[in-house]
C-alpha cells in the first residue's frame, strides 16, 4: 500500500512541529518558574532588610535608655549622647519599617503597637531625664515614671521579637520554595 505525499507531508510536518512544541512549552515553564523565583528572593530580600531594621529600631531604643542611665547617675551631659541619637534617628527607623512592610498587612497592627510603645517610651525617657535635671537624681528616682520604662522596654522587644520571628519564618519558607524549585 502506498500512502498518499501528501499525507506523508502532512506526518513529516507534524512529526517537524512536536520539537519545536516541546521547546516552547519548556521555555514557558522556565518563565513562569524564574518569574516565581525572582518573586521570592525579592521577598527573601525584604524580609532581610525587615529584620535588619527592627534589630536596627531595638539596639536604638537601648542606646535611649543607656544614655538616660549615665545621665542619671553621673548628672553629665555628655551620657546623652546615645539618648539623642535615639531621639533624633528613631522616626527614621519607623518610616523604614513602614516603608518595608507596606505590603504585609499581618504586620500593620503590630507595626502601630510599636509605633505607640516606642513614643511612650521616647515619653518616658524625656521625663525623667528632665526630673533629674530640674530637681535631682531622689526626685527622678521616686517618680511613678522612673519603673514605668522597664515595662515598656520590655513590650518593645516583645513586639519586635514577634515580628522578627515572623519575618524568618517567612525566609525559611520562601527558601524552601526556591531550593524546591531548582
Same mark, same amino acid.
Given at each position: 500500500?502506498?500512502?498518499?505525499?501528501? $499525507? &506523508?507531508?502532512?506526518?513529516?510536518?507534524? &512529526?517537524?512541529?512536536?520539537?519545536? !512544541?516541546?521547546?516552547?512549552?519548556? +521555555? /514557558?515553564?522556565?518563565?513562569?518558574?524564574?518569574? *516565581?523565583?525572582?518573586?521570592?528572593?525579592? @521577598?527573601?530580600?525584604?524580609?532581610? +532588610?525587615? #529584620?535588619? /531594621?527592627? =534589630?536596627?529600631?531595638?539596639? $536604638?531604643? %537601648?542606646?535611649?535608655?543607656?544614655?538616660? $542611665?549615665?545621665?542619671?547617675? #553621673?548628672?553629665?551631659?555628655?551620657?546623652?549622647?546615645?539618648?539623642?541619637?535615639? #531621639?533624633? #534617628?528613631?522616626?527614621?527607623?519607623?518610616?523604614?519599617?513602614? %516603608?518595608?512592610?507596606?505590603?504585609?498587612?499581618?504586620?500593620?497592627?503590630?507595626?502601630? *503597637?510599636?509605633?505607640?510603645?516606642?513614643?511612650?517610651?521616647?515619653? @518616658?525617657?524625656?521625663?525623667?531625664?528632665?526630673?533629674?535635671?530640674?530637681?535631682?537624681?531622689? /526626685?527622678? $528616682? @521616686?517618680?511613678?515614671? !522612673?519603673?514605668?520604662?522597664?515595662?515598656?522596654?520590655? *513590650?518593645?522587644?516583645?513586639?519586635?521579637?514577634?515580628?522578627?520571628?515572623?519575618?524568618? =519564618?517567612?525566609?525559611?519558607?520562601?527558601?524552601?520554595?526556591?531550593?524546591? +524549585?531548582?
Amino acid at each position: 500500500m502506498k500512502i498518499p505525499v501528501s $499525507r &506523508l507531508r502532512r506526518l513529516g510536518s507534524i &512529526l517537524l512541529l512536536l520539537p519545536l !512544541f516541546f521547546v516552547i512549552g519548556v +521555555a /514557558a515553564y522556565s518563565w513562569r518558574v524564574n518569574r *516565581q523565583l525572582a518573586r521570592d528572593y525579592q @521577598e527573601v530580600t525584604r524580609s532581610y +532588610a525587615i #529584620t535588619g /531594621a527592627l =534589630d536596627s529600631l531595638m539596639s $536604638r531604643t %537601648t542606646d535611649g535608655e543607656t544614655g538616660e $542611665r549615665g545621665f542619671l547617675i #553621673t548628672g553629665n551631659d555628655v551620657y546623652l549622647e546615645p539618648y539623642v541619637l535615639f #531621639t533624633s #534617628t528613631i522616626e527614621s527607623l519607623l518610616a523604614t519599617l513602614v %516603608t518595608l512592610t507596606v505590603g504585609e498587612p499581618a504586620q500593620q497592627p503590630q507595626l502601630t *503597637q510599636l509605633r505607640s510603645l516606642v513614643d511612650a517610651r521616647r515619653q @518616658e525617657l524625656r521625663s525623667i531625664i528632665k526630673l533629674q535635671r530640674d530637681s535631682g537624681l531622689d /526626685a527622678a $528616682r @521616686e517618680s511613678g515614671a !522612673f519603673g514605668l520604662g522597664k515595662n515598656i522596654h520590655d *513590650q518593645i522587644r516583645a513586639v519586635v521579637n514577634s515580628m522578627s520571628a515572623r519575618e524568618w =519564618d517567612l525566609i525559611r519558607r520562601r527558601n524552601a520554595d526556591v531550593a524546591a +524549585a531548582t
